[in-house]
């Protein structure tokens, strides 16, 4: 069984910082795709930043220059770390990953993780 697991959220103030954790596990054979999202209440699930084969990472444009995510490969772990944080950053965030298995290494699939909650202050 292939999961993810996020961790990390909480409450915080404006200008504030947190610190995201998603940990893949189970039979990976390779993870293609791993990205951040989040949605607010009434919107859309939005791209936060992605991070293509362990390449350079795209951000949105709203959260250019606050955060950084980072990948390892190694634990299959994608961070996100959040500073100068607003009260509309406030949304859950949720890790994505498109990923294959060990067996099923020529099929790409999509996974989730259960979301964490990120609420700012004002």
């Known amino acids: 069984q292939v999961q993810l697991v996020e961790s990390g959220g909480g409450l915080v103030q404006t200008g504030g910082s947190l610190r995201l954790s998603c940990a893949a596990s189970g039979r990976i054979y390779n993870i293609d795709i791993m990205a951040w999202y989040r949605q607010a209440p009434g919107n859309q699930r939005e791209m936060v930043a992605s991070n293509i084969n362990g390449g350079d990472t795209n951000y949105a444009e709203s959260v250019k220059g606050r955060f950084t995510a980072s990948r390892n490969n190694a634990k299959n772990t994608l961070y996100l770390q959040m500073t100068s944080l607003k009260p509309e950053d406030t949304a859950a965030y949720y890790c994505?990953?498109?990923?294959?298995?060990?067996?099923?290494?020529?099929?790409?699939?999509?996974?989730w993780g259960q979301g964490t909650q990120v609420t700012v202050s004002s």
């Open positions: 994505y990953a498109k990923m294959r298995t060990s067996d099923s290494a020529w099929l790409a699939k999509d996974y």
